[in-house]
């Protein structure tokens, strides 16, 4: 049941444009940094901030993707049949700027997931998060370095990007478990 509308898709519009420039800033420029979106719906988000970065440096920044279920502490837990999605990161990520991209911050378990697979996959220069919407509830001491909006939830309340194949954020809301 949808409780609330957080974002139409102009409002997400400035705000995809907003981290956009956040990102830009913080790095002074777009040169050595690549975006990593977390498998599935934060492919979908740094695609539309890798779409607004080139708009506005004129640079087609790397970007990849990654699937966190095997790093996942609870995958027992969750399911019998995990759904694999591909990992695909074409480029060494030694030495780089990484912007790991998801769409919703709730616990902190997959972002660490995620940062443990990076690891594991060679030493970046640094780790910065972008994530779409924080709605809290944190159980490990991840924050995002760049957040779109953040709003305090109730656990039973969950939040719904609708994010288009190509990278268009259409809606968020808060829908009722």
Do not use: W
Not at 11 to 24: C, D, G, T
Not at 58 to 68: E, F, T
Not at 90 to 115: C, N, W
């Amino acid at each position: 049941m949808e409780k609330a509308v957080l974002l139409n898709e102009s409002s997400a519009q400035r705000l995809v444009n907003r981290m956009a420039y956040e990102i830009i800033e913080d790095n002074k420029g777009s040169e050595g940094i690549v975006i990593i979106g977390i498998q599935s719906r934060g492919v979908l988000f740094a695609k539309a901030l890798r779409e607004k970065i080139k708009e506005i440096e004129g640079i087609d920044v790397p970007m990849g993707s990654i699937d966190i279920t095997f790093y996942r502490d609870d995958l027992t837990r969750l399911m019998d049949h995990p759904v694999i999605k591909e990992t695909d990161i074409p480029f060494t990520i030694e030495d780089k700027s990484i912007i790991l991209v998801d769409d919703v911050l709730f616990s902190g378990r997959t972002v660490h997931a995620a940062i443990k697979e990076l690891f594991d996959m060679g030493r970046p220069a640094k780790i910065r998060l972008a994530v779409l919407v924080d709605r809290g509830h944190h159980e490990l001491p991840v924050a995002a370095d760049y957040c779109g909006k953040k709003v305090p939830t109730a656990l039973n309340e969950y939040i719904d990007a609708d994010i288009t194949d190509d990278g268009v954020v259409k809606s968020v809301i808060i829908t009722e478990k």
